[in-house]
């Protein structure tokens, strides 16, 4: 199984471009999550979703938008991309049930924003 | 929002040693999770744990649900080079409310 997987690795942007971060799981994992994780600190949840067209805000959501048009598939959306975004994003993806809080990450996309 | 503190926030030991890392939160978690980040990857899980007191091992690793509900400590015995890397804590505060709140992590190097 290919798990939890992110498109791009890398990317640089301009301040004021856009871009979409891809994020497809293939265990049917009815959770899934963006997380953004700056230079020596954990892990702060950017959107979340617990399943097709149902999402919702987490920890740091401005900037970023979300959707969720299938069980597979969540891709973070950023509008007018600012240097504050510059950081590692990690897709994550976790299944229903009494391991619901078991969470799976994809490799993440390193992005910079100058 | 809430915040969970790892300790110690790095360490540097010799290869066949063991390692004890802990976290701590002033709020009471339901869940305690640890996580494993290899440089350039995403965190692999290795433990979970559900019920206060739980001590759960995976291998080398072994980790204990703090009675309190509020602490949670990860012991890596015999450390061998690829132990290396960054150790989070994660927990979950609400039942019925999947989020994670993670530690800020600790950072594990081995000196050869």
């Known amino acids: 199984n290919a798990g939890v997987t992110q498109t791009p690795k890398f990317r640089i942007l301009k301040i004021g471009q856009s871009m979409t971060l891809q994020c497809t799981q293939d265990m049917n994992h009815n959770y899934m999550y963006w997380y953004r994780q700056d230079p020596g600190m954990g892990l702060k949840l950017i959107y979340y979703?617990?399943?097709?067209?149902?999402?919702d805000k987490g920890e740091v959501p401005n900037g970023y938008n979300v959707s969720r048009s299938t069980t597979e598939d969540f891709p973070l959306r950023l509008e007018l991309a600012a240097p504050s975004q510059t950081s590692v994003y990690f897709c994550?993806?976790?299944?229903?049930?009494?391991?619901?809080?078991?969470?799976?990450f994809g490799p993440g996309t390193r992005l910079t924003v100058t | 929002g809430q915040q969970l503190n790892q300790s110690p926030q790095s360490m540097f030991i010799q290869e066949g040693e063991d390692v004890s890392m802990n976290c701590t939160s002033s709020s009471i978690f339901n869940t305690w999770l640890w996580y494993k980040q290899d440089p350039g990857e995403g965190p692999v899980l290795l433990i979970a744990?559900?019920?206060?007191?739980e001590l759960t091992s995976n291998g080398r690793l072994t980790a204990q649900f703090g009675i309190t509900r509020k602490d949670s400590f990860l012991n890596i015995s015999a450390s061998i080079p690829s132990d290396v890397g960054i150790y989070f804590c994660?927990?979950?505060?609400?039942?019925?409310?999947?989020?994670?709140?993670f530690g800020t992590g600790t950072r594990l190097t081995i000196i050869p």
């Open positions: 744990l559900y019920k206060a007191g």
């Open positions: 994550a993806s976790s299944p229903q049930g009494p391991a619901s809080y078991e969470q799976y």
């Open positions: 979703s617990v399943g097709a067209g149902i999402t």
């Open positions: 994660a927990g979950q505060l609400d039942f019925g409310n999947e989020k994670l709140t």
